[in-house]
Structures are given as structure tokens and as C-alpha cells.
């Protein structure tokens, strides 16, 4: 049954391809994007997760044996938990704070963290992030 991750690599490719071609696409519905169009950060951001899914769509989509089919699911499935996990930390705020626009500061924070030589924005990413969340308690 090699249809079934097979189509899953073709729509995965598809959606790569989009978003690469409009970052728009994932940004809009979000509600992280900035007045009409992303912003250059957002844009670059969205791009390699769009080329990153391109290629592990096509590698799914591709594979030609079962070895190379479950090892194009690892990389799918791996990608899209790291996902999981940074992104869902970058953009959790402190509870009841779920507006938009402190999720498209997180996110902003997060992506500029990203670039090369950029220690200091990674520091104000984790003050920021630290910042929000209330004291432990402690005993």
C-alpha cells in the first residue's frame, strides 16, 4: 500500500511549491500576517519551510523502494514534529494571551534568532519569552 504515502508526498510537494512561490499562503489565515504583504523575515522564513517540503514531498512521492519510502516518512514526519516543538514554544505566550499580534512578534523574534550572527536577537527571543511567563513558585 505505497499509494496512500505517495499521494501524501504529492500534496505535500504542492503545498511546498505554493508557499514557496506565495509565502501569503500560510501567513494570512495565522493572523500573522503584517498589513497586505509579509514582511522580508516572514518571507524567507516561509520559504524554507516551503522548499523543505517540496523536497521531502517529492522524496515520498519518488521513492522507489520500501527502505527509501519509510526513510522519506522519517524525514516528513521528523521535520514536521521540530516543527511541532519550536514553533509551538516561539509562539505560546503567557496563558490567556493568545492575540495575534504577540504571536507575529514571537514568531518575528524567532525568525531573525534564525540568521547567522544574530546572538543578540536569540537573547532578546528567550527574554522575551521568559519574561511573559509568571514566577515558579517555590517552596
Known amino acids: 500500500m505505497t499509494w496512500l504515502p505517495r499521494a501524501l508526498g ?8 505554493a508557499i514557496t512561490a506565495k509565502p501569503v499562503l500560510p501567513l494570512k489565515p495565522s493572523g500573522m500576517l503584517h498589513g497586505h504583504a509579509p514582511e522580508a523575515d516572514q518571507e524567507a522564513f516561509v520559504r524554507t519551510l516551503g522548499v523543505r517540503d517540496l523536497a521531502s514531498g517529492v522524496a515520498m512521492a519518488l521513492a522507489p523502494g520500501r527502505g527509501a519510502m519509510r526513510t522519506a516518512i522519517a524525514v516528513r514526519v521528523a521535520s514536521d514534529l521540530g516543527d511541532l516543538v519550536v ?15 504577540g504571536r507575529r512578534r514571537r514568531l518575528g523574534r ?30
Not at 10 to 17: D, E, F, P, R, V
Not at 87 to 101: F, I, S, T
Not at 111 to 134: D, F, K, N
Open 10 to 17: 504529492i500534496a505535500t510537494a504542492a503545498y511546498g511549491a
Open 110 to 139: 524567532a525568525v531573525r534568532a534564525l540568521r547567522p550572527g544574530r546572538e543578540e536577537a536569540a537573547r532578546r527571543t528567550r527574554a522575551g519569552r521568559s519574561a511573559g511567563r509568571p514566577p515558579r513558585r517555590t517552596r
Open 87 to 101: 514553533l509551538g514554544r516561539v509562539l505560546r505566550g503567557p496563558a490567556g494571551a493568545h492575540e495575534g499580534h
